[in-house]
């Protein structure tokens, strides 16, 4: 019996990122960390990351990004219908970021939101970007994905600081045109069970910022690391084939792997599990370091830019983050 294809309804039309000017190397840290070159290198794959500058904010950034999309999709902002940011550092803590950037890159008076999913923010956002298209309530919707982590992490902490970079990345998305390029399936889940594994504790209602939570660094990353990357193998790898099943393709019709830039060890196990050769996962991480919400529209755009990533190639997108939640989706571009 012949496999039951999937039908694409809304397809990415632009795609771009942006990276702050500041770079900052292993051996930068190890001068003021008890860690080396060498240790980040082999439990992490990190060689450096970006920080962004002193006054630059995370919307600052996601503009950025978000004119670079809108350029190669050869659109203005006033073609957008909408804007969703995924970030787990905004600006603050209210307004959304969305309503910024809107401001920033001069769209019109257009629902601008973000969603808080963590690092799998990205593909939550596509996933509700996805679905207002195929119901044809909007057109064209501006999709980011933004981090600052560097200012959610303890400066002093050699187990998170050496993960971590700053950047932003962005897709334009409008309706598929019947060539069967576009999103062919999404799967977004989550465990509210496991939210012990990455949080940052205080700042909310349910622990506010006092003095005492500032001097136990409370409103900083916490992460529990071994546990959370055996979740991360477990989960993209079981979840990408639910995406690849959805979309009625296997892993030979694959084209490229673009996972959440986190761990290069967790890439590895995923490549084995799924079967799939190592040199087809598409990775930044060595140059951008960890860049949240941002990691998969970052390393897309620069794998679109560079040429690795062809019209009609079938592109695999996975991350995992705090809550936890976690999600995969197939794209033909």
Not at 157 to 180: Q, W
Request: with cysteine; aromatic share 4%; hydrophobic share 45%.
């Amino acid at each position: 019996m012949a496999r039951q294809m999937s039908i694409p309804r809304t397809r990415i039309v632009g795609t771009g990122h942006y990276l702050p000017a500041t770079i900052v190397d292993n051996d930068a840290l190890a001068k003021r960390l008890d860690t080396t070159d060498a240790w980040i290198q082999e439990h992490t794959g990190i060689q450096r990351r970006r920080v962004a500058a002193p006054g630059e904010v995370t919307s600052d950034m996601a503009a950025a990004a978000s004119r670079a999309a809108l350029e190669a999709a050869g659109l203005t902002p006033a073609d957008l219908d909408m804007i969703i940011v995924a970030t787990t550092s905004g600006d603050s803590p209210m307004p959304a970021t969305a309503v910024h950037v809107q401001q920033k890159i001069g769209a019109d008076m257009i629902p601008s939101f973000d969603i808080a999913a963590s690092f799998a923010g990205f593909l939550y956002a596509m996933t509700v970007a996805d679905q207002f298209i195929s119901a044809g309530t909007f057109n064209t919707i501006l999709v980011v994905g933004a981090d600052m982590m560097t200012r959610l992490v303890n400066p002093e902490d050699r187990t998170t600081v050496p993960l971590f970079g700053d950047g932003a990345g962005a897709v334009v998305l409008g309706p598929a045109t019947g060539d069967n390029r576009g999103i062919l399936s999404t799967r977004i889940h989550a465990d509210g069970g496991l939210t012990g594994l990455m949080s940052v504790p205080a700042g909310g209602s349910a622990e506010p910022v006092t003095a005492d939570a500032l001097a136990g660094q409370r409103h900083r990353l916490q992460i529990k690391g071994r546990e959370l990357f055996q979740i991360s193998v477990k989960h993209l790898t079981s979840y990408s084939m639910q995406a690849l099943k959805a979309a009625g393709l296997t892993s030979a019709e694959l084209d490229w792997v673009i996972p959440h830039q986190a761990n290069r060890n967790i890439v590895d196990l995923i490549s084995a599990r799924l079967g799939y050769p190592r040199h087809k996962f598409i990775e930044d991480l060595a140059e951008t370091g960890n860049t949240g919400a941002a990691s998969i529209p970052i390393a897309l755009d620069g794998a679109v830019r560079d040429g690795r990533v062809q019209p009609g190639h079938a592109v695999l997108l996975c991350a995992l983050g705090a809550g936890i939640t976690w999600g995969a989706a197939m794209v033909r571009m």
